[in-house]
């Protein structure tokens, strides 16, 4: 049988009230990011210092990435609104958008990001996660079939060639998987890095992540949903996990790998599975990570849907988690609190574009 493959105007099909797409959620989206992508305060910090020459602030340390709170954040922000300038490209936000990643992307600024990367002491900065996000926004600039962008992505060439290289390094010396729900998690970076891998036929990269992938989870068997979530998740380990194996599987092996995996995924629509995580508090920013939790969990869902084959009956169950899950996601993007605005439009954008697939 074939497995399902869905396009970005299909998904919208299958998930047609709550898809989340078209012009009105994009331009909010891109606004959350443009209002924190150069906003230098506050400032969360990952950064180790080897002596007082190194206390200064972040548009001096990392000039690329010093906004939306974290270098990460700021990585995916990036990422956001070039994603949402090459699929839109008459968008009324574009002009801005563009305007803004040019004001990031210059040699001079890219330089000095390197140079702190390979700063001593460093050798773990923003890895995987940050890392991760890195590859994905040079993957989108590669893919994006216009002048200005090429320029871009030869701007930031050396650093993803940087991030690379440290998978390259790491991966071989990383004996167990990391299962958290937050930064640390190893599925979700591997899928990231994947993807980057095929986008620019980095074919060492490709067969060490595939390689590792299967040592780390393709005898896994009877995950449980009853330890999840954590209540600062971001990202579910057992999903993440499930959303990597269909990257690397071919889809037999996969739906053989999967029924293993979650033998408790029902083959019932009607019964209640995976119920969307509840946030008590928006304004706590390690409370508000269960909105992402919320969005990761959809598109990984959605990813899973894609790697069973038609006429599985476990898709019903899937699709309607993924239904509920998107809802509850898409729903909490407002940026009322700075504590999840800064962050939540790229996960929402990554969801609704489709772009893991």
């Given at each position: ?26 331009e ?55 994603r ?13 958008a ?30 995987p ?50 299962r ?43 995950w ?21 194996m ?112």
């Amino acid at each position: 049988m074939k497995p399902l493959v869905f396009s970005i105007l299909q998904l919208a099909c299958v998930f047609p009230a709550v898809a989340g797409g078209g012009d009105e959620s994009y331009e909010r989206f891109a606004r959350l990011a443009l209002e924190c992508l150069h906003r230098e305060y506050p400032n969360k910090l990952a950064h180790v210092l080897q002596g007082d020459r190194d206390a200064k602030p972040p548009r001096e340390l990392t000039p690329v990435f010093f906004g939306c709170f974290d270098w990460h954040s700021a990585v995916h922000g990036h990422w956001l609104l070039a994603r949402l300038c090459r699929l839109n490209p008459g968008a009324a936000y574009t002009a801005e958008a563009r305007a803004a990643l040019a004001s990031s992307f210059t040699a001079a600024r890219a330089r000095r990001e390197v140079e702190y990367l390979k700063g001593k002491g460093r050798a773990g900065f923003e890895r995987p996660y940050g890392l991760a996000w890195l590859l994905q926004l040079h993957a989108e600039l590669v893919e994006w079939d216009d002048p200005q962008a090429r320029k871009w992505r030869r701007v930031l060439d050396p650093l993803a060639a940087e991030s690379a290289a440290r998978f390259k390094a790491w991966l071989p010396k990383l004996s167990h998987p990391a299962r958290t729900g937050e930064h640390s998690q190893s599925a979700f970076a591997l899928g990231l890095v994947l993807d980057w891998a095929r986008t620019t036929n980095d074919s060492e990269l490709e067969a060490l992540v595939t390689r590792r992938a299967l040592d780390y989870y393709g005898n896994d068997k009877g995950w449980s949903f009853s330890f999840e979530p954590g209540g600062q998740d971001f990202l579910s380990p057992g999903l993440a996990e499930a959303d990597l194996m269909r990257r690397v599987m071919k889809p037999g092996v996969y739906t053989r790998w999967l029924t293993g995996f979650l033998p408790a995924l029902p083959s019932d629509a009607a019964k209640t599975w995976l119920k969307p995580a509840v946030v008590t508090d928006r304004s706590d920013g390690k409370l508000a990570h269960l909105d992402g939790l919320n969005l990761s969990r959809a598109w990984m869902l959605e990813g899973m849907l894609r790697g069973l084959p038609v006429g599985d009956k476990r898709i019903p169950a899937l699709r309607k988690a993924a239904l509920n899950h998107r809802k509850a996601g898409l729903a909490a993007v407002t940026g009322e609190h700075y504590e999840g605005g800064h962050w939540l439009g790229s996960f929402a954008v990554y969801l609704v574009t489709a772009r893991g697939f």
